[in-house]
């Protein structure tokens, strides 16, 4: 569990070119009770500071000389592997706040600074920033300990070859219950193509999508990645399948959905375990919303321009099962003929190949803006194919799941 001594001891670097503002910056922290503080005038510098020093918590300011926050966090984001930058952009211009929060940032304060907003907004981001962080190690230790008990199994054989093989039955059923969760065969939604794939890890996994029709001739389709894996993720990952589905049949909102899931996965599911999601709702024209709940970006390839655009999460949108008091809002989504959107799982992205290098979201893009301009039905297969290709047969570590959605109309 996070303290508050865990929070006013984090690691916290002041990115400004004005001395004065980092001098009140930093008084207003220290007044707080953080003891950690670093501070720097140089945007060059920010990137090999946190490479040496990996700073908690980076409060950047966004316009500076030679070198602007937007710059500084793109440096930042190929020494942050799994994308989480832990940045708090500082701004006088209420246009920069939305390309900030698509640029990575996880949350803004404004220019001139409000001492009380300024203490809450970094006070909440530390708390996040070291949940995600023992939530990782918490995730490492545990894979060490199931390989450890896997290959003790194998080495004193404990069990016979009967409860072996039981156990292989158990595994093969388990792997079947959750296979049927899936959809068996993808929906045909007006105007629309989809294409999906998913492959566990192991017997059975964390990720797992789903599409509804509702009522109102609008249908939703969600992607999600359960913390941890094999059993346990799939069980919750079940539960939340369910929770959804459910929900959806009574209520047309997004936001009221993923709200009151929320609230069942803080009373139900243990502490270390959480829900990443990507939601979006669409109707046969192809406008909508979405929500991306801790997920990783998706990306709307743009058929008219070539451009691809990253649907990242706004202000707040935690992950699903952390904190009871999170509040989930859309953001709106137009598709347009031609339109296609891509929405995967990080263990596509931290695939990795012989030489332990990483997919990456930027071959993932390379492959979408070259594929894409020939529609949803070409690029599923180059994607499988880039991956195995790039993999080379590798076991890989985490469960790779992605769906595609094209506007045909």
């Known amino acids: 569990m996070i303290s508050t001594a865990d929070i006013l001891n984090a690691r916290i670097l002041i990115v ?6 980092v001098c009140l910056i930093d008084g207003m922290l220290r007044a707080a009770g953080y003891a950690s503080i670093e501070s720097t005038t140089n945007p060059n510098e920010v990137c090999e500071l946190h490479r040496k020093n990996r700073y908690d918590l980076i409060l950047l300011d966004l316009q500076m000389p030679g070198m602007d926050g937007f710059q500084v966090m793109e440096g ?4 942050e592997e799994d994308g989480y930058l832990p940045v708090l952009v500082i701004t006088a211009q209420p246009g920069h706040k939305l390309r900030a929060l698509q640029a990575g940032a996880k949350d803004f304060v404004s220019k001139p600074f409000d001492l009380a907003e300024l203490q809450a907004r970094v006070h909440n981001i530390l708390e996040v920033r070291l949940l995600h962080l023992e939530t990782k190690h918490y995730n490492r230790m545990l894979e060490v300990t199931i390989r450890e008990l896997e290959a003790s199994r194998e080495v004193i054989r404990l069990k016979s070859v009967e409860e072996r093989k039981k156990s292989e039955r158990e595994l093969a059923l388990a792997q079947e ?13 007006e105007n629309f193509h989809i294409h999906a794939f998913n492959n566990p890890t192991r017997y059975v996994g964390g990720d797992f999508y789903d599409f509804l029709q509702l009522s109102s001739g609008e249908w939703v389709g969600v992607l ?6 094999g059993m346990p993720a799939a069980l919750l990952s079940s539960m939340v399948l369910g929770a959804l589905s459910m929900e959806f049949r009574s209520k047309t909102q997004p936001q009221e959905v993923l709200n009151r899931v929320n609230q069942l996965l803080c009373e139900k599911s243990l502490p270390f375990q959480f829900v ?12 909508g919303q979405f929500i991306n709940a801790g997920h990783n970006p998706a990306y709307l390839f743009r058929s008219a321009t070539g451009t691809i655009e990253p649907l990242v999460s706004g202000a707040g949108a935690y992950f699903l099962g952390m904190f009871d008091c999170a509040v989930y809002q859309p953001l709106p989504l137009h598709l ?3 339109d296609i959107l891509v929405v995967y799982s990080d263990g596509l992205t931290d695939a990795e190949n012989q030489r332990e290098e990483m997919f990456g979201e930027k071959r993932l893009l390379k492959i979408i803006q070259q594929e894409a301009p020939s529609g949803s039905l070409e690029l599923k297969p180059k994607l499988l194919k880039a991956i195995e290709e790039f993999t080379q047969g590798m076991p890989q570590n985490d469960d790779i799941t992605f769906v595609i959605v094209e506007k045909c109309q």
Do not use: C, M
């Open 224 to 229: 999600a990645d359960v913390s941890g894996k």
């Open 76 to 79: 930042l984001k190929e020494i």
């Open 276 to 287: 990443t999601l990507f939601l979006f709702l669409l109707n046969p024209q192809g406008v």
């Open 336 to 338: 347009y003929k031609g």
């Open 177 to 189: 219950t959750q296979e049927s969760l899936l959809p068996h065969v993808l929906p045909q939604f």
């Open 16 to 21: 400004d070119d004005k001395p004065a503002n």
